[in-house]
């Protein structure tokens, strides 16, 4: 007569950990904070941040809320420095909310097909790059406009300039997150912000013909 050994029963295996619970995504407080400190030591951009916390909606948002404030920005000075009727100021408003939302829906869209990121991926660029594009629109993109009110010169190179730092933080981007050398993602980024930047000049465009 053989014996078997007695296998234990389910009820009787040893208890499994419980499961961990899901990390939030990254709120829009907690982008304004990261985007705060960002502004303060643009060397080291907290972009590790937002691994696993990425969300495509809330980049999104975080950047027309953004624009929306610079846009602000560049409506007063319009009409207070350079006493622009309020139609051509609020046209200037309605441009940058628009352009500068849908031009980054665009570009993150376009890199991460071209990087070949998963959708997690893709959540997280957007969400880290979306921290960086308030402080440069806001501060820098405003101060560029407000010396071209009174220097003639700068506005011929503000939108380089600004081109230059978006490229820079999308770069870092992508190497904090994902480890991609600059190398892999100089033309990426390049065609991506030239796409950017067309879709800012045709939402422009666009406006102006309609209004």
């Known amino acids: 007569m053989s014996f078997r050994t007695p296998q234990p029963s389910s009820s009787q295996s040893a208890p ?10 990254m ?33 999104l948002i975080y950047v027309a809320i953004g624009a929306f404030v610079s846009g602000l920005l560049l409506l007063v000075i319009e009409m207070l420095v350079n006493h622009a009727p309020g139609k051509q100021a609020s046209l200037l408003l309605l441009i940058n909310v628009i352009g500068h939302t849908a031009g980054f829906a665009a570009l993150i869209s376009f890199i991460a097909q ?11 660029f957007a969400t880290a790059l979306a921290m960086a594009w308030p402080p440069i629109m806001l501060v820098v993109g405003g ?11 700068v506005g011929a190179i503000s939108g380089l300039a600004l081109s230059l730092l978006f490229m820079v933080a999308t770069l870092k981007a992508l190497r904090v997150l994902f480890s991609k050398p600059y190398e892999e993602t ?19 465009y666009l406006v102006g013909q309609i209004l």
């Open 114 to 124: 071209r990087q070949r990121l998963s959708f997690r991926q893709r959540d997280e």
């Open 16 to 25: 499994s950990s419980p499961p961990s619970p899901p990390i939030p995504t």
């Open 143 to 153: 101060v560029f406009y407000l010396l071209t009110s009174f220097v003639s010169f």
């Open 186 to 204: 100089f033309v990426s980024v390049a065609y991506g912000l030239l796409f950017y930047n067309l879709i800012l000049s045709f939402i422009g």
């Open 27 to 59: 709120q829009l407080p907690e982008l304004l904070q990261a985007s705060i400190a960002l502004a303060g030591k643009p060397s080291e951009p907290p972009f590790g941040l937002v691994r696993g916390r990425g969300s495509l909606k809330n980049a």
